[in-house]
């Protein structure tokens, strides 16, 4: 239930940037949404990040580089009313900017333990000197990578590949 509201969430904000008057220039290129979350260390939170990606094509705005910019909002969600008695780990929303199989540009927004979900905002590139063009973008949410001895299959909730022209689930990329 609580990922059924939080997806209603993430496509209210996707309606309501999408709904912005478009300039007399420039057309925006539409968001393709995303809701990804991993469950915390304590059995009774969640961390979550919803948003959209929106492409801006070298041609569109005379760039010597593809954009993605990436808009969207993270927080922490309390689902359950028995917490175990442990210091809740600090997570992070991990996106990478692909250009076909090659990352291209890396970026995380921290979810930082007990403050209220807040909006972000960013812009990915391929780089200035070159002209790849970002294919698709991962999103996932992940524990801190701070050295620490966590698993690799709990680390991570399931990632999100949003492609350019749409978004699918990592596992139905293969």
Same mark, same amino acid.
């Given at each position: ?84 008695? #442990?210091?809740?780990? +600090?997570?992070?929303? !991990? $996106? /990478?900017?692909? =250009? *076909? ?6 970026? &995380?927004?921290?979810?930082? #333990?007990?403050?209220? +979900?807040?909006?972000? !905002? $960013? /812009?990915?590139? =391929? *780089? ?6 970002? &294919? ?39």
């Amino acid at each position: 239930m609580l990922r059924t509201a939080l997806a209603a969430s993430a496509g209210l904000l996707l309606a309501v940037g999408l709904a912005g008057p478009a300039s007399a220039e420039h057309q925006e290129a539409p968001s393709h949404g995303f809701y990804v979350d991993n469950p915390g260390n304590n059995a009774c939170t969640l961390f979550w990040s919803a948003g959209g990606v929106r492409w801006i094509d070298q041609a569109d705005h005379d760039r010597k580089d593809a954009e993605a910019v990436i808009e969207g909002r993270k927080g922490i969600e309390q689902i359950g009313d028995i917490c175990l008695d #442990v210091v809740l780990l +600090p997570q992070q929303v !991990e $996106f /990478t900017a692909y =250009s *076909g199989d090659s990352p291209v540009d890396r970026h &995380t927004e921290r979810i930082g #333990v007990g403050t209220p +979900p807040e909006d972000f !905002e $960013f /812009t990915m590139t =391929s *780089g200035r000197y070159n002209r790849m063009v970002i &294919t698709h973008v991962t999103v996932q949410v992940c524990h801190v990578r701070d050295g620490s001895e966590l698993q690799p299959d709990t680390a991570c909730g399931e990632p999100q590949t949003i492609e350019r022209y749409g978004a699918v689930l990592e596992e139905e990329r293969a």
